[in-house]
């Protein structure tokens, strides 16, 4: 299966193909992301209530470019979202028993 994205300003046209494994997608309810000079690592994470261990499903590498580029286009598309369906309700993180989101700053370098 192949999708078409926007075409860019500079008139070229990129097909994407997406698998259909890949389509079926990964869920993910925790988010770490740590960085050093020349990169941005996204560790997406599924964790379950009551459990000890949580394990990464899967981990994105972005220069710190593309990570600019994902943090406009998240906010874009978040403002869309609340427009279409109202204001995204954060619940108390504690109450839920996940732990909050982090965005770590790591000791060393990968």
């Given at each position: ?8 300003e ?7 193909e ?11 309810n925790?988010?770490?992301?740590t ?26 590498i ?34 839920v ?14």
């Amino acid at each position: 299966m192949a999708d078409d994205i926007e075409q860019p300003e500079d008139g070229t046209h990129l097909n994407i193909e997406l698998s259909e494994a890949m389509a079926e997608g990964t869920y993910s309810n925790l988010a770490v992301i740590t960085h050093n000079p020349t990169e941005f690592v996204v560790d997406f994470i599924q964790v379950v209530p009551n459990m000890p261990k949580a394990r990464v499903k899967s981990r994105i590498i972005l220069s710190p470019q593309h990570a600019k580029r994902l943090q406009r286009a998240l906010t874009e598309n978040v403002g869309k979202y609340e427009q279409q369906f109202g204001s995204i309700r954060e619940p108390d993180q504690q109450r839920v028993g996940f732990p909050a989101m982090s965005f770590n700053v790591p000791t060393g370098e990968a």
